[in-house]
Structure formats: structure tokens, C-alpha cells
């Protein structure tokens, strides 16, 4: 099977990182956005909704069009709709037209994910494939590490700055891309289109009756916790202790520092030692606790400590979830990690609504509301315990 050239390697590296850039650019000035224009929480969790509804409904549709017209048309389509749209956020006027250009970016940029992990799936034979997806995972990481650090400082300097940054960064590997990525699917592997392919809403309907329905359901419930918390917090920084964009900025990112370091070093020797399910137990303990403790902090150390304690305790989630998923998949990997994306996507989606909502209403609702769905995921665990076979019981060591 051909490999990709090294230089591929690096542009699609390069546009997943400013993908995610462009995502955690903006989450630390959105909440000054929403004070500038004179709006409420309920118009910033519309605003950190619609971006990833539109990626939910579309990245599908524009995986499904990178197998018919090949993966490099795709993705420039998602690096030039990102640099446009973000462009747009930029020139903004009022809260609708940003969240207008916030669902335009949702539903270009939603392009270049399935893209450009299909692109290694092509070029990339199949012992390799996992470093390859490791590398664009680590991309993503990174990027939401380096997006709050440099959306924080830039939007002090100005608001709109970050955007303009951003588009900047996408026209560099759009034009990188453009020049120096080869189509990896040649023209005899295309598929043309063989009718209506399943909704999206009937294989997610589908998954809650089958005997995975409980890991799917808390895949939802921390997704949405996750985002309940991300969406309120710049905002709750501000209203409750006058910090800035950059001060909001440099805590995100510090948090994303620690939480990549503690998924790389700490999860493996953690999940040999204790599971996957105790793990995950753990950190829900841990994510409540911190999900209480910012809503009660008066003061800023104890703010910036107890939502420490809440990213700590979140990424121990995600990895062992997927774990679960993977062990216990009945209807391929593919699928089954499909489908846990899409019950995540759909919390990150529905998880700002509520969190800009119910902050209208009190400023700590949102982080209560996403403690007693950490507590509900919490109790909805110990069914894993008990559904496990009991040659399931031990978990197998990870990486054995």
C-alpha cells in the first residue's frame, strides 16, 4: 500500500491543529462577546452550541462526498470555509451575525475532520494506521492546549483579534495543502452514490435499544457535563472575579496542558492498576466535587483550584468510556466508536444550551446541572459492574 509522504503527514497535522486553534481561540473572548454586544448566557451557549450542531449534522455528509470526489477537495473546502467564517466572526456587528458566522463555520470547518482522517485511512497501511491517527489526535490536543493561551492575550489586546488570527493560520495550510498534498483516493476507488444512507437521529434511537445503551447514554452525559462547564466558566469568571480574557485564556490552557499530560502518563498505569469502570468512577467523584466547588468559590485561588480539580477529574472520563465502548462492541469498532462520537457530539451540542440558559437564571445552575449528570453517570456505572460477564471482570491491562 502507498505511504504517505512526510510532508502530507505534517499539512494534515497542521490543519486538525488549527481546526481545534480556531475552536479554543475563541472560547476564552465569546463570554466579553456576549458583554460587548449587550446579550445574555442564553445567546453565548447558542453561540457554543451551533458550532458543534452543524459539525454533528454535517461532518457525515461531507465524509460521504470525500468518497465520491476524493479527500483533498474536501479538505481545502473546510480550511477556506474555516478562514471565511472566522473572518466573518471577526467583522461581526451584533450577536446574531456572530452566531451566524459561528454556524457557517460549524458547517464548513466540519469538513476537514472526516477528510483528513479518511486521507490516512487510504495512504497508510494497516499497522501504521494507529500511529498516524495518534499523530492527528495528538494535533487536535494540542490545538485545544494553544487556542485558549493565544485567544486569551490577543483578545485583550483586541476582540476581534483571535479570529483574525485564526484566519490567517487556515490560509497558510490551505494553500500548503493546496500545493503539496497529493490525492490519496485515486479515481477508480471512488463510490458513487447508492441511496439515502440511515439518519442519524434512527442509528442513534437504534444504539439506546441495544445492550450498550448505558455506555452510549453516559458517552452523552459527560459530553454534555463537559461542555455545560467550558460554556459558562469565562463568563462566571468574569461576573464573579473581573477576570479577563487573558487571565481566562492562560487557565484554560494550562488546564488542557495538565489534563494531555495526565491522559498520556497517568491513565495507563492508573487503568492497569484499578479498570476502566473504577477509573471512571473516580473521576465522576472528582468531577462532581469540582463541578460544587467552583459554583461555591468566593475567592479566585479557590476557583482556579477546584476547577483544576474538575479538569483532573474529567480526563479520566473520556478514555475510559471509549475503552468500555471498544471492549464491548457487538456491531464492529467502527460503528460502535461512530456512535459514541455521535452521543458525545450531540452533548457538546445540547450541553451551552442549558449551561447559557439556566445561568440567566442563577450564575451557578449550570455547574449543579452538570454535577447531578456526573452523579446520574456516577450510578448509571455501577450497571456496567453488574451487567459484566464475569470473565469480564478483571479489565485486560492496557497495551498488553
Excluded at 449587550?38 to 460521504?64: D, K, N, T
Excluded at 483586541?158 to 495550510?173: E, H, S, W
Excluded at 449543579?368 to 450497571?383: D, E, K, R, W
Aim: charged share 10%; aromatic share 12%.
Amino acid at each position: 500500500m502507498r505511504q504517505k509522504r512526510p510532508s502530507s503527514t505534517l499539512i494534515l497535522f497542521a490543519s486538525l491543529f488549527i481546526v481545534m486553534l480556531g475552536f479554543g481561540i475563541v472560547v476564552p473572548i465569546l463570554p466579553f462577546y456576549v458583554t460587548y454586544f449587550g446579550a445574555s448566557g442564553r445567546e453565548l451557549g447558542l453561540m457554543m452550541a451551533i458550532y458543534s450542531l452543524m459539525q454533528f449534522v454535517c461532518a457525515p455528509i461531507w465524509g460521504r462526498w470525500s468518497d465520491r470526489v476524493g479527500r483533498k477537495p474536501i479538505l481545502l473546502i473546510g480550511l477556506v470555509g474555516f478562514a471565511l467564517s472566522f473572518g466573518l466572526m471577526g467583522l461581526a456587528q451584533n450577536v446574531w451575525q456572530l452566531i451566524a458566522a459561528r454556524a457557517l463555520a460549524g458547517i464548513l470547518s466540519s469538513a476537514t475532520l472526516p477528510a483528513t482522517f479518511a486521507y490516512i485511512g487510504d495512504s497508510m497501511s494497516s499497522e501504521n494506521r494507529s500511529g498516524g491517527m495518534g499523530i492527528l489526535g495528538a494535533a487536535m490536543g494540542l490545538g485545544m492546549i494553544f487556542g485558549p493561551l493565544l485567544g486569551g492575550p490577543l483578545g485583550k489586546i483586541a476582540l476581534p483579534l483571535p479570529f483574525f488570527a485564526a484566519v490567517g493560520f487556515a490560509i497558510i495550510a490551505a494553500f500548503f495543502a493546496f500545493i503539496m498534498l497529493p490525492e490519496s483516493l485515486t479515481v477508480d476507488k471512488r463510490v458513487a452514490p447508492h441511496g439515502a444512507s440511515q439518519s442519524r437521529a434512527r442509528e442513534l434511537i437504534g444504539a439506546l435499544r441495544g445492550p450498550m445503551a448505558f455506555l452510549f447514554v453516559t458517552a452523552f452525559f459527560l459530553a454534555f457535563a463537559l461542555a455545560n462547564f467550558e460554556a459558562v466558566l469565562g463568563l462566571f469568571a468574569l461576573d464573579r472575579f473581573g477576570l479577563g480574557p487573558d487571565q481566562v485564556g492562560y487557565r484554560m490552557g494550562a488546564f488542557g496542558f495538565l489534563g494531555a499530560i495526565q491522559q498520556g502518563v497517568i491513565i495507563g498505569p492508573l487503568t492497569r492498576k484499578m479498570g476502566e469502570v473504577r477509573v471512571l468512577q473516580s473521576g465522576l467523584i472528582l468531577s462532581v466535587i469540582g463541578f460544587v466547588g467552583t459554583a461555591l468559590s468566593r475567592e479566585v485561588w479557590v476557583f482556579v483550584a477546584l476547577s483544576a480539580l474538575f479538569n483532573f477529574g474529567n480526563a479520566l472520563l473520556r478514555p475510559s468510556v471509549a475503552s468500555l465502548i471498544s471492549q464491548r462492541a457487538t456491531m464492529g469498532q467502527g460503528i460502535a466508536m461512530g456512535l459514541e462520537n455521535s452521543f458525545m457530539s450531540l452533548g457538546r451540542a445540547t450541553g451551552p444550551l442549558w449551561a447559557g440558559y439556566s445561568y440567566d437564571i442563577h450564575q451557578e445552575y449550570p455547574f449543579y446541572s452538570g454535577a447531578l449528570f456526573q452523579a446520574i453517570a456516577f450510578v448509571l456505572s455501577f450497571s456496567m459492574v453488574q451487567g459484566m460477564q464475569p470473565s469480564d471482570a478483571v479489565e485486560e491491562p492496557v497495551g498488553k
